[in-house]
């Protein structure tokens, strides 16, 4: 059957912002999408409001929309654009959702309206119905847990009575598990259930038997129109039941199922994607087996593209979601042809002869009060997958790639915080699910606990646990060797398990560098294998590697110049899709500019990691060891050496810069990475140039911060060097908090981690500057010394609040043409004297008229997509171009660079916080970056796209209710603007008697007066405080400014029950005021959309 | 911690060698020099080693196990595929130190040694498969003996091509399996369980040995008649084609699979030939000519059908999408039908099972 003909447009419906359990695997698999339908020939017509993603680039579609992934907006866009068929399978949970509540309109899927291809809404409806769900599988012989759903508390415990204790709640139509949790008493099932209710969009949960300690597993099914079904891959997750997928180290393929069991699975993923009824296109279902009896169940299914699918592309070579989106048109898979051997269908199921490896990255740090405990809610942030020849090799290499100061499984200084432990506390650990099990269990089998007892407490199959234990024996078979004693075949041996230089220089107590000249001389070298989708059985076509020590590599020498690209590694927080946005670009421009590239990452949700985006991928971790084999080995194969990118993949590369050779680094070299990084040069340079900077100093312990601190007067800033997303950053008021805010890092600084404290990392301290405006630069300069201005972007919130926890605009809005001028000015001055050759990003404060400099980073930001997406401009394009030598004027005659787009729109972009992922977490705004992700608006004025903006991000803005208002004495002022603007749009206000007394003062309307949270009577009224207000459900918006210090107790317990509750919070005036402004905008005139290319039309 | 492995070599005819260590039988210590010759070949299946050590059709053969963890989930005896392992020998990367899985009663290592097989790990089997994928499947030899003695005897080693191997495997008398409704007499060409169990489902199934006469079979009165797998080359199975052309003749539904579809083909007089390195895996398009659907099947083939030599006598029915290689036939003067691959799975996927069904019908509608 060959492709449709009587479909010409197609939506496809993005993801939108980076949150947790749905991040950038979705601008993968949408970027697939959107490449493949586009060259079948039909339109594409793309919405996602994620500025970061490569699919948003106006090359990906015909009409990109960076709007609100709201059922108004997409409303809208479909009037205009009048699509044949929208596909929503490509878009996670979010496209999912958003199909149905579109279904339900009477705007697609039904007659008259674009056609759902991928999954139609019942099938989407009996996957993600939990009830519907059980009964299609009970129908097909299928097994599930024994469960009942719940619409209400009452009837919740009445069907526990039923099932009895402990069970598992889920709730329905939530992505990455939220919501979700495990009662084993009467009082946890009452918080579950609460919060489960309120987490599903319907308020229906699912209360089912505990099935916690079981083995789970997952295949990827994909199904075409002709009823062809094939499984692209398995997956088994090491950490048992009662962890989310999401969460959980997992392995491809299934390790410990025999044939006879996996068939059974097979035929039950059939049966469940066939009465399910997707029709077309990927699903991924998940199974429980009892590890005693193996009695399999099935646990859910997802009718769509997921991020284990994103997973199975990677560890496979099989583009799950480029082939969903064939299928979706109606190809099947045998008209398909494998791109990896060229010459087989692919209707085959892939085989693979190596063990992949992937591994959660959190970020529970930046969350102080959450347990740090991991359950059936995803928490984490971003993976890292390796890939190895066996599991031990594959999980050594996968734990160093998390980048969080571990070299492997243990045998590093990081895991000295366990020697301290007994072994009855270390097993009372590894029953606890936590970031830190891994490597508690590494030490309870070094301390020769048996693997059944450990099985006991951790509930990993005994198989991985022995897998485990000969890592730990290796390590003491290489504690009783030396770097000089250690034979070939020992190294070889140690290397095939995985073991890092960097572990055996710790064992053997001397340098790296050392390891490594003593294995280079005795010839211990990695090979480099295939990843081609059948196990050798065909020769493939794409040079997709990854390193192990065997006989032979399988590397292609290239005759073309040709550049490594170092990409961003696992997700986190601060450094996340913006940076692979960039790897991406400089790989797009440098292919077309005749280079051979070739990508180097370990994060399997991007799509710098798809095959077909450089000519050469590397899937390792970015660790010095790992970078400079494959810059040996492309050396070695292509007889010259390559060219390293380090400035475009975020800290991480960065990291090396100074540890790679330096003739390598194309671009801005790593003796001026290092005059930004080091503060004291830094200070040198601006003095030298007459650029202003906040008065400051640089401590390496606590006291020259305190000598500081007293010399420049409190607050100041006291942040760490070579860090990102202001890890550690704090604005302390006193000596007491300072000497806190040092301890810390000295701690963290001692274990090795990010953000700490070492003698050559100090500590900045500066001057905070209170009510500053915050502005960004970014910019490229060549080596001719032209330096081009990529935007200018002034920050909603003042400073303070982290860049990337902050809105900010494109063009400045309240900046004079003088400052922004000075503001130009000062970054060519910093670019020339740090002698850039690429991209620079510069942070600016600005009190009243003066311009002080905050920090120059001379390497892409998280903003360029951003600010590429605003003007037109392809930013990282030009910039790797530069890198490599070409001038920019160069780049204009050859039409790559042109001028900033005229048109006259304002775009915002806005930050997306998980703070409804962590119950009990201060929402309130600071130094230290929290965000998971962002958004951007675009429209005509400032107030209209800052409105978008915050639709894009999940704000509400009510238009009718009651607000709740608390502001901070600085902030009075200001707020009455605000509150009168509210009152004109009909909402009520609720404030604290401080507040509400001023407001009325000033001519505001109180509705209603509170009375402290702190000052809470034993026996009150009801509805007495704001807290028990927003419990009720009484109140529609939050806008509760926090002072500095002091006060804080108050406005925490409201922002927290607000949290917990999700009701929106405005934590700062400025965007307390552009809300209100936006919510008069929305009030007068409706929105409209508008797509990329029409405001790029030059 | 002190370390029990005995070095041992992999030589492949072409001179080629392969370092690893000795597992199986004749691994231990105190063991004699080991050698262990045949035809090397590579499973491409990610799981299944105990029922492909099993299969009588790897008769002749070294087994490479693509798949880099082999031993995960040790070994049940419900999983065997005949009484004893007909391999010459197993490469693997990695053995399993422990197995994990709650039906199993052994481990591979212990069930190699049982069965008296040996085994080499540690092996680059992504190079091997690669070399026998460009070079073709290639007689080798591998073990603890010297260098020199693996090398001769390498060389000295013949393939599979022009070698009958059902003596080996074959069945010396008659039995009878299962008691279903149908009677189907069914030639053990080297018969793996699960087809047994297949059949069973609906018939008594009376096993008869390789070299039964037609008469003998008639004696019987089946209901069905049904050819089976086995090892080597089908040119050399002598009489077989021509008592299957009398049985043919009689219109007692005939259904065959692996060896016995090429039997039936040479029966037609048909001709064969060998595959470079033949299909060995579980992930084999095949797609149904007749509804035009793909399925995911198990094979284990060196020898194959040539579709071109049956001209106006059997249709094809499946081809391999991979190779485009014949995969099936319906006889057009007969009532007999056959399949390349492995319908009944053991190990590898169900898609195909349908086609007991298909012998099923044609056996009800006589």
Same mark, same amino acid.
């Given at each position: ?38 060259s ?15 699919m948003?680039d ?5 009409r ?13 866009i ?36 674009? $056609?759902?291809?991928?999954a139609?809404? $019942? ?7 939990r ?9 097909i012989?299928?097994s ?9 508390l ?11 204790l402990?069970?598992?709640?889920r ?9 979700t ?26 209360i ?60 039950a ?51 799950i979601? &480029? ?18 051997? &060229? ?28 347990s740090?405990v ?29 980048? *969080? ?20 506390e ?17 030490e ?8 059944? *007892? ?47 230089d960097?572990q ?9 560098s ?12 990695p090979t ?41 590694g ?7 899709? $913006? ?25 399997p ?7 077909d985006t ?27 050496a ?12 960065l ?15 790593? $003796?001026?990475?290092?005059i ?10 601006c ?23 007293n010399?420049i ?11 990102l ?39 900045l ?22 330096? %081009?201005?990529?935007g200018?972007?002034?920050h ?9 926890d ?32 690429? %991209? ?10 003066t311009?002080?400099?905050?920090e ?61 992922r ?22 005509d ?57 001023y ?15 702190s000052?809470? &009577? ?7 405080d ?21 006060t ?6 409201i ?37 990329l290319q ?5 | 911690?002190?370390r ?12 080629s ?39 009588p ?7 490479t ?21 007909? +391999? ?45 994928r460009?070079?073709?499947a ?20 013949k393939?599979? +091509? ?5 003596a ?9 399996h299962?008691?279903?409704k149908?009677k ?15 059949? +069973? ?9 390789a ?70 895996g ?5 797609r149904?000519? +007749? ?26 029915t499946?081809i ?13 003067g ?5 399949v ?15 086609l ?11």
């Amino acid at each position: 059957m060959p492709k449709r003909n009587d479909i010409r447009s197609i939506l496809v419906l993005g993801s939108g912002p980076i949150v947790i359990g749905q991040a950038c695997e979705f601008d993968y698999s949408g970027t697939q999408a959107c490449r493949v339908l586009r060259s079948e020939g039909y339109r594409v017509i793309l919405a996602n409001s994620n500025p970061a993603t490569i699919m948003t680039d106006p090359d990906f579609a015909d009409r990109t929309y960076i709007e609100p992934l709201t059922p108004d907006f997409i409303e809208k866009i479909i009037e205009r654009e009048k699509p044949d068929a929208v596909l929503p399978t490509l878009g996670g949970q979010t496209a999912l959702n958003l199909a149905m509540e579109l279904f339900a309109r009477g705007k697609v899927g039904v007659p008259g309206t674009p $056609e759902l291809i991928g999954a139609n809404a $019942e099938a989407i409806a009996t996957a993600e119905d939990r009830g519907k769900f059980k009964e299609a599988m009970i129908e097909i012989g299928l097994s599930v847990p024994r469960s009942g759903i719940a619409h209400t508390l009452p009837e919740a415990q009445k069907i526990v009575k039923e099932i009895g204790l402990p069970v598992i709640i889920r709730p329905a139509y939530i992505l990455g598990g939220r919501g979700t949790g495990i009662a084993h008493t009467p009082e946890e099932f009452k918080a579950v259930v609460i919060n489960g209710l309120a987490a599903s969009p319907i308020s229906e949960v699912l209360i089912e038997t505990s099935i916690v300690g079981w083995k789970e597993y997952e295949l990827e099914v994909m199904r075409d129109r002709n009823d062809n079904c094939v499984i692209i891959c398995s997956i088994e997750n090491v950490d048992a039941m009662g962890v989310h997928t999401g969460d959980s180290i997992t392995v491809a393929p299934a390790m410990t199922l025999s044939d006879v069991e996996y068939q059974k699975m097979r035929d039950a993923a059939f049966a469940c994607i066939r009465r399910v009824g997707v029709e077309t296109g990927g699903s991924n279902v998940q199974f429980a087996v009892n590890p005693t009896t193996g009695e399999q169940v099935v646990i859910e299914m997802n009718p769509r593209v997921s991020r284990s699918s994103a997973l199975a592309s990677k560890a496979t070579g099989f583009p799950i979601a &480029k082939i969903a989106a064939k299928l979706a048109v109606g190809y099947t898979l045998d008209e398909i042809s494998n791109d990896i051997t &060229k010459k087989t269908p692919a209707s085959f199921e892939p085989t693979i002869d190596y063990v992949v490896v992937k591994i959660p990255r959190w970020a529970f740090e930046k969350f102080p009060g959450t347990s740090g405990v991991l359950g059936t809610q995803m928490q984490s942030v971003g993976e890292a997958m390796a890939i190895g020849r066996t599991f031990t090799e594959s999980l050594q290499k996968a734990l160093r790639s998390l980048e *969080i100061g571990r070299f492997g499984l243990n045998c590093d200084p990081g895991e000295e915080i366990y020697m301290s432990s007994t072994d009855e506390e270390l097993l009372e650990q590894i029953a606890i699910p936590t970031p830190e099990r891994i490597f508690q269990i590494g030490e309870c089998l070094r301390r020769k606990i048996s693997i059944e *007892i450990v099985a006991e407490y951790c509930k990993f199959d005994p198989w991985f646990l022995d897998q485990m234990l000969s890592i730990v024996e290796e390590r003491e078979f290489l504690a009783s060797h030396d770097v000089a004693s250690l034979t070939k075949i020992e190294w070889l041996r140690a290397k095939r398990m995985g073991f890092a230089d960097a572990q055996l220089a710790w064992l053997w107590k001397i340098a790296e560098s050392e390891v490594r000249s003593a294995r280079l001389a005795l010839g211990v070298r990695p090979t480099y294998k295939a990843v081609d989708t059948c196990s050798a059985e065909f020769s493939a076509q794409t040079p997709y590697h990854y390193s192990t020590y065997e006989d032979e590599s399988e590397i292609h020498a290239t005759t073309k110049e040709s550049v490594i690209i170092l990409g961003s590694g696992p997700n986190r927080i601060g450094q996340g899709i $913006e940076f692979d946005y960039c790897c991406v670009h400089a790989s797009f421009a440098l292919r077309d500019a005749g280079y051979e590239t070739i990508m180097l990452n370990c994060n399997p949700e991007t799509v710098s990691t798809d095959y077909d985006t450089s000519d050469k991928l590397y899937f390792e971790p970015l660790t010095l060891e790992d970078v400079l084999n494959v810059v040996e080995a492309e050396t070695v194969s292509s007889g010259v050496a390559p060219k390293v990118i380090v400035g475009l993949g975020g800290q991480t590369p960065l990291n090396l810069a100074t540890r790679l050779p330096a003739g390598l680094i194309a671009g801005t070299n790593s $003796e001026s990475i290092d005059i930004a990084e080091d503060r004291e040069k830094w200070s040198a340079l601006c003095e030298a140039n007459a650029i202003a900077q906040p008065p400051g100093g640089t401590a390496r312990n606590v006291d020259q911060a305190v000598e500081i601190a007293n010399k420049i007067n409190y607050p100041v800033l006291v942040r760490p060097s070579y860090v990102l997303g202001g890890r550690a950053m704090q604005i302390v008021h006193d000596e007491t908090q300072l000497r806190n805010a040092m301890q810390e890092m000295d701690q963290a600084g001692s274990l090795g981690r990010e953000g700490g404290l070492s003698a050559e990392r100090p500590v900045l301290v500066d001057r905070f500057l209170e009510d500053a405006i915050e502005v960004d630069v970014d910019a490229i300069r060549d080596a001719g010394g032209e330096v %081009l201005i990529g935007g200018v972007m002034e920050h909603v919130e003042q400073a303070g609040v982290h860049s990337g926890d902050s809105a900010c605009t494109i063009p400045p809005v309240t900046l004079s043409p003088r400052i922004i001028d000075e503001i130009e000015n000062t970054v060519k001055k910093i670019a020339n004297a740090l002698n850039v050759i690429g %991209l620079i990003n510069v942070q600016f404060a600005v009190v009243g008229s003066t311009v002080y400099v905050i920090e120059a980073n001379p390497r892409a930001s998280r903003t360029v997509p951003f600010v590429a997406k605003a003007t037109g401009v392809p930013l990282v394009k030009v910039a790797s171009r530069v890198m490599l030598g070409a001038s920019l004027g160069q780049l204009r005659q050859e039409g790559l660079l042109s001028e900033r787009v005229s048109g006259r729109h304002i775009s915002v972009k806005e930050a997306v916080l998980p703070f409804n992922r962590f119950a009990g977490v201060d929402t309130a705004l600071g130094p230290e970056m929290r965000s998971t992700g962002e958004v951007m608006g675009i429209d005509d004025s400032f107030a209209r796209a800052f409105a978008k903006a915050q639709f894009a991000a999940g704000t509400t803005l009510p238009e009718s209710g009651l607000v709740f208002v608390s502001l901070n004495d600085r902030d009075k002022s200001g707020g009455v603007e605000v509150v009168k603007g509210l009152s004109s749009l009909g909402l009520q206000i609720a404030a604290t008697s401080g507040t509400a007394k001023y407001l009325t003062e000033h001519g505001c309307v109180v509705t209603r007066v509170v009375s402290k949270f702190s000052e809470r &009577k034993t026996v009150h009224t009801n509805f007495d405080d704001a807290v028990e207000l927003i419990e009720a459900g009484e109140i529609v918006l939050v806008i509760n400014t926090p002072r500095g210090y002091g006060t804080r107790s108050d406005g925490e317990a409201i922002r927290k029950a607000a949290n917990n509750c999700r009701v929106s919070v405005v934590t700062t005036l400025s965007a307390a005021s552009a809300a209100v402004h936006g919510m008069i905008e929305q009030h007068n005139r409706p929105f409209t959309v508008k797509s990329l290319q029409e405001f790029h039309a030059r | 911690m002190t370390r029990n492995i005995r070095p041992a070599l992999l030589v492949l005819q072409d001179g080629s060698l392969f370092e690893g260590e000795a597992i199986g039988a004749g691994s231990s210590e105190i063991s004699a020099p080991v050698i262990a010759r045949g035809e090397v070949v590579f499973h491409t299946g990610l799981s299944g080693y105990q029922e492909i050590l099993t299969d009588p059709s790897y008769a002749g053969q070294i087994i490479t196990f693509t798949t880099p963890h082999i031993g995960n989930y040790g070994t049940t005896a419900a999983d065997s595929e005949s009484s004893k392992v007909f +391999a010459r020998g197993v490469i693997v990367r990695e053995l399993a130190r422990r197995r994990s899985n709650w039906r199993s009663d052994d481990s591979l290592d212990s069930f190699l040694k049982r069965h008296e097989v040996s085994g080499i790990a540690g092996i680059d089997t992504r190079r091997l498969t690669r070399l026998l994928r460009d070079s073709g499947a290639m007689p080798g030899a591998f073990g603890t003996a010297d260098e020199s003695d693996l090398r001769k005897a390498a060389a000295s080693e013949k393939g599979t +091509a022009g070698r009958n191997l059902i003596a080996q495997v074959t069945t010396t008398k008659s039995y009878v399996h299962g008691a279903g409704k149908l009677k189907v007499v069914a030639f053990d060409f080297g018969i793996k369980t699960t087809i047994l169990n297949c059949l +069973a489902e609906f018939a008594t199934v009376h096993i008869v040995p390789a070299t039964t006469l037609a008469a003998d079979v008639l004696a019987l009165s089946p209901d069905g008649i049904f050819l089976s797998n086995g090892p080597g080359d089908p040119e050399m199975v002598h009489g077989a084609p021509a008592t299957i052309r009398e049985l043919l003749g009689t219109g007692v539904p005939m259904f065959g699979i692996c060896l016995g579809h090429q039997l039936m083909a040479l029966a037609l007089g048909g001709k064969t030939f060998k595959l470079p390195f033949g299909h060995h895996g579980a992930n084999h398009p095949v797609r149904n000519l +007749a509804t035009n659907t793909v399925e995911i099947t198990s094979q284990n083939h060196n020898f194959c059908v040539d579709a071109d030599s049956l001209a106006t006598k059997a249709e094809v029915t499946h081809i391999n999408l991979n190779d485009n290689t014949n995969e099936g036939m319906r006889l057009l003067g007969a009532n007999a039908f056959s399949v390349q691959y492995h319908p009944e799975a053991g190990p590898g996927p169900h898609d195909s099972r349908y086609l007991f069904g298909e012998f099923v019908a044609r056996m009800e509608a006589r």
